[in-house]
T-cell receptor
Framework: EAEVAQSPRYKITEKSQAVAFWCDPISGHATLYWYRQILGQGPELLVQFQDESVVDDSQLPKDRFSAERLKGVDSTLKIQPAELGDSAMYLC??????????????FGAGSRLTVL | QKEVEQDPGPLSVPEGAIVSLNCTYSNSAFQYFMWYRQYSRKGPELLMYTYSSGNKEDGRFTAQVDKSSKYISLFIRDSQPSDSATYLCAMSRTGGGNKLTFGTGTQLKVEL
């Protein structure tokens, strides 16, 4: 069964350090999403790509977060500098297209970040 | 007020019980409704998907959508310890770019 791959699974860092997360979506999926899930809450969208283009980054804290999907396949989410409030699970998901409805999202296992 | 409200639980039931999980929402533009199951330290996995109002059944799981009341439910029959997880409702609207809005999740524990 096709999966969304994410790494690292766990990351512990000190505040003010830089961290990066990587995601490889299901082959052929044009749309890629990064969600952040704080403990005890539901996932919230940070950024959405259609191929290599950003289509929604309205909730991405752009002063410290950046995301790219250079060749329209895998993607990297970076935080610099990390803050204590960034401790969360970072989830990557993909879907065939961005058309609402039949294009269900498949999530990866997530990258859990702890900022000390 | 959040667009999607969900009781966080925790909900504890005995094995074999019928479980009812619910979400309410405020945005009448939502047309697509999903339930995801999330085991501890794992990503969410899609459990049920429903378009507009009505019921959908899949094995022990039944999803119901009542758009007039802005209320969705997930029923689990003959609950098993392996059903112990957090259940997240999610929804999206036509033209919304397939963006999902999630509830906070309900933590369920099915005890032997």
């Amino acid at each position: 069964e096709a999966e969304v791959a994410q790494s690292p699974r766990y990351k512990i860092t000190e505040k003010s350090q830089a961290v990066a997360f990587w995601c490889d979506p299901i082959s052929g999926h044009a749309t890629l999403y990064w969600y952040r899930q704080i403990l005890g809450q539901g996932p919230e969208l940070l950024v959405q790509f259609q191929d290599e283009s950003v289509v929604d980054d309205s909730q991405l804290p752009k002063d410290r977060f950046s995301a790219e999907r250079l060749k329209g396949v895998d993607s990297t989410l970076k935080i610099q500098p990390a803050e204590l409030g960034d401790s969360a699970m970072y989830l990557c998901a993909s879907s065939l297209t961005q058309v609402s409805g039949a294009n269900v999202l498949t999530f990866g296992a997530g990258s859990r970040l702890t900022v000390l | 007020q959040k667009e999607v409200e969900q009781d966080p639980g925790p909900l504890s039931v005995p094995e074999g019980a019928i479980v009812s999980l619910n979400c309410t929402y405020s945005n009448s533009a939502f047309q697509y409704f999903m339930w995801y199951r999330q085991y501890s330290r794992k990503g969410p996995e899609l459990l049920m998907y429903t378009y507009s109002s009505g019921n959908k059944e899949d094995g022990r799981f039944t999803a119901q959508v009542d758009k007039s009341s802005k209320y969705i439910s997930l029923f689990i029959r003959d609950s098993q310890p392996s059903d112990s997880a957090t259940y997240l409702c999610a929804m999206s609207r036509t033209g919304g770019g397939n963006k999902l809005t999630f509830g906070t999740g309900t933590q369920l524990k099915v005890e032997l």
